[in-house]
């Protein structure tokens, strides 16, 4: 049997690397700080601190929610990628 092309070798690596992406993001989508503003309501805290706590968690989540679009954007960047590498010829012309 004829070794596996580089192409071949470089695409499936950067399948695994997307697939490791989307379980990250899986991962951090899953945290339970997607849900923190509901124990910091006007129940929990009153006054300024409260509403300032309130907008420090609406954006920290807002930036683990970009972060997670990130890494998935990425693994399929590396998917398309993969599937380029996965369609050249092999060196010599053999696939």
Known sequence: MAPASPH???????????????????RLNELEVHHLR???GTDT??????????????????ALVSAIESLQAQAR??????DHLAALPAVGGVR
Request: hydrophobic share 35%; no cysteine.
């Open 45 to 62: 805290w009153m006054g300024p601190s409260q509403q300032a706590l309130e907008l420090d968690l609406r954006t920290r989540r807002r």
């Open 38 to 40: 509901r124990h910091a």
């Open 8 to 26: 071949h070798d470089a695409a499936e690596r950067l399948r695994h690397r997307a697939t490791s992406l989307r379980a990250l993001a899986r």
């Open 77 to 82: 960047r590396f998917d398309r990628e993969a």
